[in-house]
């Protein structure tokens, strides 16, 4: 088994085992934001990607992906569902999102959880060199750090949460909390997207294990484990240039032509999840078209839901309820010709989605709780030409950088309605100011400098964070 310096551990492997219409199997993109973030990173670097490959059965054997080697950990149709679908997606999923819908505990799935994680940290002691760096990530493997140190003690061991790290009030509902904070104390380094979770895991680590934790460090076993906010990017550089692409640019005034020219566009890209507050928002959309306030004429509306964890109940439910409610607001408010909203559940490539984000002067992002939400950078980075606006819930880690966007509570209907339109209704000048100083900040805290910063702190010597993100 040939082994590398660096290596990556996540659920999914950077590309997905889709199946084609005519019945075939094709690669894609995974989806989500965890993969946008890492697959430019790691790009042409002497790294491996431990992960699993979408599917059941057997591990296929998968080609290096931009340089970087994948090496498959196989899920059994068990392994989905009580791992997969169990206890990451409807045990943890929910509980780290505000419990927006309800947690499930069950034994069976908390057996399968460990059983996976113990057979990714196998896969990984198998492919990292020895002193290498072992890097874990989200909340599906959060016993890997633990179980790999008792495999690989030579290594260092870094673990990143994705998403958010629910308050004492909630993680205390974890019938196995002890076993989860311990596995993350495997890492030398613990990291998250904003500093209260690193608050919150605190306060756990100290009251759960009663161990001496600080907001920065925890001591355990004689070791000292670093804890710190490091919120997530994108590649802003590569979204920048794909934008000023002069086909995407043409893209993106054929897409407002097949629109009917509206004066405005909104677009929505989520997900099809109910942490993504899509529910709320095209209530709001709904009431702004009854009071008048919205005309379909000059407004549109463009919501993209890519359906995701398709046999987990509440997204079924979810799907259910968003496209009976756009049958809803189209059937009332459409015109021939002239929907009130176009709504799509496919993924795009990336020059159509970034064509998409070009032509929306309102960019509605508006979940109940998001880790990051990447959507939200990708669409500051793509407007090069300084217009647009957007509209931003203050749940989503992104709210903690972009401060020029139209914060709004996503559960305050009014205050919904009002933000969407302000932003819809903003001078040009504003639009600009805006925008400029978002783009900014996004251009300054790409992904890039995520990696620099958490790996100053992993890779102690230096030698291969210099090699991955020179300075
Ligand atoms: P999450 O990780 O919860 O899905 P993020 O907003 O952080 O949310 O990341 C979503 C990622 O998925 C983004 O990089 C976005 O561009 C991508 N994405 C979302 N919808 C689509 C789609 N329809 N086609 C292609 N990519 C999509
Ligand atoms: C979020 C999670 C990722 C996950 C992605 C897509 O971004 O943080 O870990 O990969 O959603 O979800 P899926 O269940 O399809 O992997």
Redesign the pocket.
């Known amino acids: 088994m040939r082994q590398s310096p660096l290596v990556v551990v996540a659920n999914r492997l950077p590309i997905d085992d889709s199946v084609a219409p005519d019945g075939a199997c094709e690669w894609r993109?995974s989806?989500?934001?965890?993969?946008?973030a890492l697959h430019p990173l790691l790009r042409h670097t002497p790294a491996t990607w431990v992960g699993w490959a979408g599917g059941t059965g057997p591990a296929p054997h998968l080609p290096d992906v931009d340089g970087v080697r994948m090496h498959t950990v196989p899920l059994s149709a068990d392994d989905f569902r009580d791992h997969y679908e169990g206890f990451a997606n409807a045990t943890l999923w929910p509980l780290y999102h505000d419990a927006v819908e309800q947690p499930e505990y069950h034994r069976r799935w908390w057996d399968a959880y460990q059983r996976v994680n113990q057979r990714f940290a196998e896969a990984a002691a198998e492919v990292a060199e020895p002193d290498g760096l072992v890097w874990v990530q989200d909340y599906h493997l959060q016993l890997v750090p633990g179980l790999l140190r008792r495999l690989r003690p030579d290594l260092r061991i870094g673990f990143f949460l994705?998403v958010p790290f629910p308050p004492p009030e909630l993680f205390m509902q974890l019938p196995r909390r002890a076993e989860l904070l311990r596995g993350m104390l495997g890492a030398d380094v613990i990291g998250f997207q904003r500093a209260q979770a690193a608050h919150n895991f605190a306060q756990l680590v100290a009251k759960v294990l009663e161990l001496p934790a600080t907001d920065r460090q925890v001591t355990v076993d004689d070791r000292v484990v670093r804890v710190g906010a490091f919120p997530v990017s994108?590649d802003a550089a590569e979204m920048a240039a794909l934008a000023a692409r002069p086909e995407v640019a043409d893209r993106a005034r054929r897409l407002r032509q097949d629109l009917g020219e509206p004066e405005k566009v909104i677009l929505s890209?989520?997900?099809m999840?109910y942490?993504?507050g899509i529910e709320q928002r095209l209530k709001a959309y709904r009431e702004l078209l009854a009071s008048g306030d919205v005309k379909v004429r000059d407004t549109v509306l463009i919501q993209?839901a890519?359906p995701?964890r398709q046999r987990v109940a509440q997204y079924q439910i979810l799907r259910d309820r968003v496209e009976h409610q756009v049958g809803r607001i189209n059937g009332e408010f459409g015109r021939v010709g002239e929907p009130a909203i176009h709504y799509?559940t496919?993924?795009?490539?990336?020059a159509e989605?970034t064509a998409l984000y070009r032509v929306a002067d309102v960019m509605a992002?508006t979940p109940l709780r998001?880790?990051?939400?990447?959507?939200?950078k990708?669409y500051v980075a793509a407007r090069v030409d300084d217009a647009g606006a957007l509209l931003l819930s203050e749940f989503a880690g992104a709210a903690a950088e972009l401060e020029q966007a139209y914060l709004v509570n996503p559960h305050d209907l009014e205050g919904l309605k009002r933000e969407l339109l302000a932003a819809l209704r903003a001078t040009p000048e504003d639009v600009t100011t805006r925008m400029r100083a978002m783009r900014e900040q996004v251009r300054r805290h790409d992904i890039h400098a995520w990696a620099r910063s958490y790996l100053t702190v992993l890779d102690t010597g230096g030698a291969l964070r210099d090699r991955l993100v020179p300075a």
């Open positions: 993109r989806p989500g934001g965890l993969v946008s994705h994108i890209v989520d997900r999840d942490t993504k993209v890519v995701s799509f496919q993924p795009f490539d990336r989605l992002v998001d880790g990051m939400n990447l959507v939200a990708e």
